[in-house]
């Protein structure tokens, strides 16, 4: 599009984020921004619905031809139920976090966990062989452990509500290959495991906006060869990150991954993969602010 035609006109397409709340979302930058830079004629916006009128909002969303959707809590798992076709990855997660409308079907795929690990490959870290303790015991450590297990060597959950790490244990035991535990995420089990560890992962909110002084554990427990990835994005550099680095530890932090996810939803309705480096820069200005 040239200038005379970047405004919405009848021919706009729309695509948009499905939530509750959704106020910090970041994901209409992106998307906004990357449909302008490849000059497609579409318009991405917020859809902040509350969970009991989800399925009402699928129907709405279908009448209007909506072409896609980015889906964030609580309507991860519990949209599932509306969905024509889903990956292979996406069901064994339990989760989506993107839908396409197409053919009229709704399909999904969750790529918060592909995001992740293009993120670590971006660095140069390989999963091949590792042993992983990850922090938390919800959505987000299910998606990264299902993603990577393939690759892994040994699996280790760190919950500060022991139950819920086994649960998630026993759920997947069945569905992934590599050994898996749960330990509670206190000091006296992270120093017995944490030694034979490849790589930490945090997925709880500590350390989040504005609790920005917060770790989830102690800097004591931290090692030059241990790799920490953050997926805390706001601060741009967590407690923990700022921990890693001290100790020499390499790191990463949650706004990769992030981008890459949104990246590779924007490809999935596309065909495009957008440029992920200019992104970077402009949300980085913005969490600055």
Not at 32 to 54: G, M, R
Not at 81 to 86: A, M, N, P, Q
Not at 184 to 201: G, M, T, V
Request: net charge neutral.
């Amino acid at each position: 599009m040239d200038n005379a035609d970047s405004f919405i006109n009848a021919k706009t397409t729309i695509y948009g984020i499905l939530g509750h709340p959704l106020s910090h979302t970041l994901s209409p930058i992106m998307q906004n921004s990357w449909f302008q830079n490849q000059n497609i004629n579409s318009v991405y916006l917020t859809f902040d619905i509350i969970p009991n009128k989800l399925e009402k909002a699928i129907e709405g969303f279908k009448t209007l031809k909506i072409q896609g959707l980015n889906v964030t809590l609580p309507h991860k798992r519990a949209i599932m139920r509306f969905l024509d076709e889903v990956d292979p990855l996406a069901k064994k997660i339990g989760a989506v976090n993107t839908l396409k409308f197409e053919d009229k079907e709704l399909k999904a795929i969750n790529t918060d966990a592909l995001g992740a690990k293009k993120a670590l490959e971006e660095v140069g870290f390989s999963l091949s062989e590792k042993n992983l303790l990850i922090l938390g015991a919800g959505g987000a450590s299910r998606a990264l452990i299902c993603a990577f297990s393939e690759e892994l060597n040994k699996i280790i959950i760190a919950n500060r509500t022991l139950l819920n790490g086994i649960e998630l244990v026993k759920d997947l035991r069945n569905v992934i290959k590599p050994s898996i535990d749960a330990i509670p995420l206190k000091f006296k089990p992270l120093e017995q495991e944490l030694p034979n560890i490849d790589i930490l992962i945090n997925t709880t909110p500590v350390g989040m906006y504005p609790n920005i002084k917060k770790s989830p554990i102690s800097s004591d427990l931290l090692y030059e060869d241990l790799f920490v990835f953050d997926i805390v994005y706001n601060p741009l550099e967590t407690q923990l990150i700022k921990d890693a680095k001290k100790k020499g530890c390499r790191t990463l932090g949650g706004l990769d991954m992030l981008i890459n996810q949104g990246a590779i939803a924007f490809e999935w309705w596309t065909g495009i993969f957008p440029n992920i480096n200019v992104m970077k820069e402009k949300l980085k200005r913005h969490l600055e602010m």
